[in-house]
């Protein structure tokens, strides 16, 4: 899964208007900004099969700490437990905890059966989505149409930075996403960690950015 976790935090923004989607993307995507930062610790590991099917060229060995249900509701706690501190808008905590928790729910949908439910489990869930190119592209491609609807009728730009720049976000998203499909992986373990810690922080970013240039639509 990837643009369908993007999914969860434009649609998030109907719920919580005043949180940025900046917070509420990053929420759904936070396992996939731990994961490349565990993997360059070397805490966490991933096989890479360039020869693959498509979705399928990596093997998830082991991601106790990022993609483990019991962690992904602690960093979910932890998230949306130090936004409401700071805030006290329970509504962007709901939300924010409800998205961490999603990357779980929805990995477990595309995943073959390699998510944890500990960090100490040996059982391993997924449904196997990923065998399918077609009904993996059709499910996120839908998600994600429906979550940019919910956010482009949730707010409007109140100047040039707000009509354009989460659209270029999510136009970004979507041709990357086609286009890696048949895409190979990066060739190292450490490459892949880099890029996914780079691109995982600056999505969260820019949208946060877009969004500070918009304003909730009311009535």
Not at 183 to 205: E, S
Request: aromatic content about 12%; proline content about 7%.
């Amino acid at each position: 899964m990837f643009i369908g976790h993007f999914a969860v935090g434009l649609a998030a923004k109907r719920a919580a208007p005043n949180t940025s989607l900046g917070l509420l993307v990053a929420a759904p995507v936070l396992a996939d900004i731990l994961w490349p930062a565990f993997l360059l610790l070397g805490w966490e590991h991933v096989g890479i099969n360039a020869a693959g099917p498509p979705f399928l060229r990596l093997d998830f060995l082991d991601y106790p700490y990022s993609h483990s249900l019991l962690m992904d509701c602690v960093w979910a706690a932890l998230f949306a437990g130090g936004y409401y501190a700071v805030t006290r808008y329970r509504a962007g905590a709901l939300m924010i905890a409800l998205g961490v928790v999603s990357h779980w729910i929805l990995d477990v949908v595309t995943h073959v059966p390699d998510m944890p439910l500990t960090p100490w489990s040996t059982t391993r869930v997924g449904l196997g989505l990923w065998r399918s190119v077609p009904g993996t592209m059709a499910t996120e491609i839908l998600m994600f149409a429906i979550g940019a609807y919910v956010y482009a009728t949730t707010t409007r730009g109140r100047d040039a930075v707000g009509r354009y720049a989460v659209w270029g976000l999510v136009a970004l998203l979507g041709l990357l996403y086609v286009a890696t499909v048949n895409a190979a992986p990066p060739p190292t373990a450490r490459a892949l960690g880099l890029g996914g810690l780079l691109f995982g922080l600056l999505f969260p970013i820019w949208a946060w950015w877009g969004d500070r240039h918009r304003d909730p639509v009311t009535g």
